[in-house]
């Protein structure tokens, strides 16, 4: 049995999200047949979507309404909640971003509906969509069902295949009724760095106490440069004030699945293995031999992160720069 | 100014979770004020302390999750209100709607919550009680100054850092940075462990069992399948390295 999907598609950096892209391949999976709209609020740009066309968007929603520009609750609650209703949508899916954090929750409470975040997986069973997602940061999990209501969900970035089917999208021009706004965005302060998020990376150099101090960390970011990854932290780093809480990745902190995960001078304390345990991939370099990271490690050195690491990052550009030239 | 916070009783972050029959087990399991509700208590507490008025902890849990309404009285919260769940199984949208329920008869200028818990991991229930009361919302801030009426907020979004002007009332969520939480002292316990607590059954609030049933439910829970040990690289450094890298880019395909 499918469903109507409706997919909330966001643009960071003039980009379409990876996780996005995620997201119509999960409503192709969902929808089984049935119509998969996007929408696409403050951003109309041609090649963006010509891209989302690719992914099997039936109809595309774009709206570039004043107050749609830059993220507010509200106007993107209000403007949401009108397109649910106007298409009639069963299912809505977003990204477990800053936006569909935010969002998911207060449009689906304004609709009186349910919501799982931070979903990992999906499968449909006997008509019914059930959505597996990790708790305790992973130590666990639990695959959830709707009682009644929309189906609301927001997807961890980097979990789901992206399937390219081309179809013929069309483009409706929406037009929500917006108004009072009670917050104002009165700045916004990019801190981001390296420009990869740490949440959508597929390659993440992480450093703990073993980094030392702030400086440390730019051998971790030269390293990330080289494999187009981002630099996280465990707490132990950010208590130390080496670096900035955004980066934390643990229990407290953000939970990642990269493809690769590497862990430098870091013992592997059980809050900060919650966070990083489901990558793919992961590489442990640690001076200390008994540290428990390695039990977790795919691939360990045992030495000092300040040698191993910018040589592993010149093995890396060779290595890279071979596999340009052999492809 | 009347401050409300709404806190959670979790997992110590340091526990192992292990499931029976299906369910994840308590047995032995030390609990505490879940770690983002603690910013939200210490950052109630300041703004009292600054503008003077009340804090009331409010909390949906279990009778051991009177331990957190403690501790937080003990860090200099004034009151404290539990509501007693039941046995049936409830969601984000049910406790959301409690809340509510209880706080829709209280004055309240500032709610304040936790981003996420640490259990759960979900990050609802806090956004869903301020569409429930109607009020704006900001989540995931490090900073807080309340000027008159109104709150300058800078929230972290992916690292990015958001500055937000909105007017009371309004519901906050804590995220680290935003301030150090202070240990409760010896006198604040002691005192906290004889003040009294407000408890409220679900029939209390005066909904119906529609209004507040759960949309969602957990059809399984497991743990996840445990890492085979890898493999520690030997000899020479550069040559361990070389390998590394090989093997990521050959066997784990990931470079």
């Known amino acids: ?327 | 100014m009347n401050i409300l916070v709404l806190t959670k009783q979790t997992f110590d972050t340091e526990e192992k979770v292990s499931i029976q029959n299906g369910r994840i087990s308590e047995e032995g399991v030390e609990f505490v004020i879940n770690p983002y509700d603690e910013y939200a208590i210490e950052e109630a507490v300041r703004v009292k302390e600054k503008n003077g008025g009340e804090v009331t902890v409010l909390t949906v849990g279990p009778s051991r999750s009177e331990n957190a309404l403690r501790t937080a009285l003990a860090m200099g919260a004034d009151k404290a209100v539990r509501i007693e769940p039941g046995v049936g199984e409830y969601d984000e949208f049910s406790v959301a709607k409690w809340l509510a329920a209880a706080i829709r008869n209280r004055p309240f200028d500032l709610i304040l919550g936790g981003n996420m818990a640490v259990d759960s991991g979900s990050g609802q229930v806090a956004v869903r009680v301020a569409e429930e009361l109607d009020i704006a919302h900001v989540t995931s801030i490090t900073k807080l100054v309340l000027v008159d009426r109104k709150a300058a907020v800078e929230r972290d979004v992916e690292g990015d850092l958001e500055m937000i002007e909105v007017s009371l009332p309004v519901l906050v969520t804590a995220q680290q940075g935003l301030n150090e939480p202070r240990y409760p002292s010896l006198p604040g316990i002691m005192k906290a462990k004889k003040m009294p607590l407000e408890i409220i059954s679900i029939a209390d609030l005066g909904l119906s069992e529609e209004e507040s049933q759960s949309r969602t439910m957990v059809v399984d829970q497991y743990l996840p399948v445990k890492k085979q040990a890898g493999r520690i690289l030997q000899g020479d450094l550069n040559q361990q390295v070389y390998e590394l890298a090989q093997l990521l880019r050959t066997e784990a395909k990931v470079v």
């Open chain 1, 1 to 327: 049995m499918g469903r109507k999907v409706l997919i909330l598609t966001e643009v960071k950096d003039g980009k379409l999200r990876q996780v996005s892209l995620e997201a119509l391949s999960v409503a192709q999976q969902i929808a089984d047949g049935e119509e998969i709209i996007a929408a696409l609020f403050g951003d109309d740009s041609t090649e963006i979507l010509s891209e989302i066309s690719l992914y099997g968007a039936h109809k595309l929603y774009t709206s570039t309404e004043a107050s749609l520009s830059v993220y507010t609750t509200d106007a993107y609650t209000q403007a949401l909640v009108q397109l649910i209703q106007e298409v009639g949508a069963e299912v809505v899916l977003m990204g477990h971003t800053g936006v569909g954090k935010d969002l998911a929750p207060r449009a689906s409470a304004r609709l009186g509906a349910g919501l799982v975040t931070d979903c990992t997986g999906v499968e449909s069973v006997d008509g019914n969509v059930i959505f597996t997602r990790p708790i305790y940061a992973g130590k666990a999990f639990q695959k959830k069902s709707f009682k009644k209501g929309i189906l609301f969900a927001t997807l961890r970035a980097n979990n789901f295949a992206v399937k390219e089917s081309p179809v013929r999208t069309e483009i409706v021009s929406f037009q929500p009724t917006i108004k009072d706004l009670r917050t104002i965005v009165k700045e916004v302060v990019r801190k981001a760095v390296g420009g990869v998020d740490l949440s959508e990376a597929k390659v993440v150099v992480s450093g703990g106490r073993g980094v030392k101090g702030a400086e440390g960390f730019q051998t971790l970011q030269a390293l990330a440069d080289v494999l187009g990854g981002a630099v996280g932290a465990s707490r132990g780093a950010c208590d130390a004030e080496y670096c900035d809480y955004s980066m934390q990745i643990g229990q407290t902190g953000k939970v990642v699945t990269p493809d690769l995960y590497i862990a430098c001078g870091i013992s592997g304390a059980i809050q900060h293995v919650a966070g990083m345990s489901n990558s793919k991939v992961i590489v442990a370099i640690n001076k200390d031999p008994e540290a428990p990271i390695f039990q977790l490690a795919d691939y360990g050195i045992v030495g000092d992160l300040f040698e191993v690491v910018p040589l592993l990052t010149e093995e890396c550009k060779k290595v890279l720069s071979e596999a340009a030239v052999s492809s």
